[in-house]
């Protein structure tokens, strides 16, 4: 039941609480008092559109909270299934909390529990707490689908339509999945021509990672190999080719430097740094000539280098900025690729999983069919019974269930809904 009702800012009203007594609440007043602020606050905090014109003037926002008291609802099991459903906080001391709060801006916020709503999941809510009837209103009893969970709840068979509704969100997570497969057979071939085309392109690159950095040097190796040879020979003819030399001159350092220590012993460390410094020229020289030899001119490993950077530079402008980036992209389309050639048995493996379902849906929906029918007569002669006590003697309440009669979907859409076939 309800047990307290907060409205703040809404209408004429700045701030009032309403405490609710257990048993049968009457509200009365004169026309103008403010009865149906009431009505239209409690309207608000169940979910009905908001009309910023309701906010009180001079003020930003308007809010109502109302405090609900389910101990004793009926349908407490399904109340707290939606609740857990939507990741609401559950409810403390079977208290359950709604709060609805309006600004001028159109920012409009609710909650249940302290847990943020969207208005939609608000008002799903708010249709199980409170019915509201009045003159020319809509009532939840002219509501097929209200009329058919009151059938389910009368006869205890919650239970059973839960697993029919479990059932039927599996029957559609495996359409969705097959919808994802299934595409026409144009794009289908286009993409496996283009998954192909980039994999094979790729992968008979043979690319190795930093391979493009090793190509860059080898290829200014290459181009440059007349330069090279002519430097190295330039620095070998500096050491030791001519007259003036390098070792040349070493060799006169030294013979200057041995005949310094003759006359002063304490020169020794001259001559053995002319020495190291003399052994250190000749490994370059050796150095120099091994590498000088190996420099060659050749067009073809040139023109090999080049072909080698022009792949690589045209597979970045395609795939990736860097190598490492090229070959990430390949192993991608490969497994895309993969998927998509294992589509028929991923799409036979769904549908014959959809077809059990399907199965199981029509068995469980006729079962679910033939006990709600059973019910019918045990609920229309008890509500019969009421209302001869009401005074209704000629009146009686007839039933009729519809059930669905196509076992499977068409297009994609079920001739029933999650609540079983009828």
Aim: with cysteine.
């Amino acid at each position: 039941m309800l047990t307290t009702l907060r409205i703040r800012n809404l209408a004429l009203v700045a701030d009032l609480t309403i405490e609710f007594q257990p048993g049968c609440n009457v509200i009365t007043g004169e026309t103008g008092a403010g009865k149906s602020i009431l009505i239209g606050a409690l309207n608000l905090v169940l979910g009905e559109r908001a009309d910023r014109t309701l906010i009180r003037s001079g003020t930003e926002t308007c809010s109502v909270e109302a405090v609900m008291d389910v101990s004793g609802f009926p349908a407490l099991t399904r109340l707290a299934n939606l609740i857990e459903k939507h990741g609401i906080e559950p409810c403390e001391n079977d208290q359950l909390l709604l709060k609805r709060i309006v600004s001028a801006s159109g920012t409009n916020r609710q909650f249940v529990n302290g847990s943020p709503v969207t208005l939609p999941v608000l008002g799903s809510i708010g249709e199980w707490l409170v019915d509201i009837h009045g003159p020319h209103e809509h009532q939840s009893l002219l509501n097929p689908a209200r009329q058919l969970a009151i059938l389910d709840a009368f006869g205890g068979l919650e239970k059973e339509r839960g697993a029919f509704a479990d059932l039927m969100e599996r029957a559609k997570a495996l359409e969705a999945q097959k919808r994802d497969l299934v595409i026409d057979e144009r794009s289908y071939a286009q993409q496996l021509d283009l998954l192909r085309f980039q994999t094979d392109e790729i992968s008979s690159a043979n690319l190795k990672p930093g391979e493009e950095e090793q190509l860059e040097a080898d290829h200014k190796r290459a181009s440059n190999a007349a330069r090279i040879r002519e430097l190295a020979q330039a620095a070998l003819d500096a050491l030791s080719e001519n007259e003036v030399s390098v070792l040349s001159q070493a060799g006169a350092l030294g013979k200057c430097l041995h005949e310094l220590q003759k006359l002063d012993p304490s020169c020794e460390g001259f001559v053995e740094s002319c020495a190291q410094a003399v052994t250190g020229l000749k490994d370059l020289h050796g150095e120099l000539s091994r590498y000088g030899e190996k420099v060659e001119m050749d067009p073809e490993q040139l023109a090999a280098l080049e072909e080698r950077l022009n792949l690589v530079s045209s597979l970045k402008r395609k795939y990736g900025a860097s190598v490492g980036e090229v070959i990430a992209f390949g192993a991608e389309a490969a497994r895309k690729l993969e998927n998509l050639e294992q589509r028929e048995t991923h799409l036979a493996s769904i549908n014959a999983e959809l077809a059990a379902v399907h199965r199981e849906l029509w068995r469980k929906g006729k079962a679910l069919s033939i006990n709600r029918a059973k019910v019918i007569p045990d609920l229309a002669e008890k509500a019969g019974k009421q209302l001869e006590d009401l005074g209704f003697v000629q009146a009686r309440l007839d039933i009729k269930l519809t059930t669905a009669s196509v076992p499977a979907p068409s297009n994609g859409e079920h001739a029933f809904s999650s609540s079983g076939l009828d």
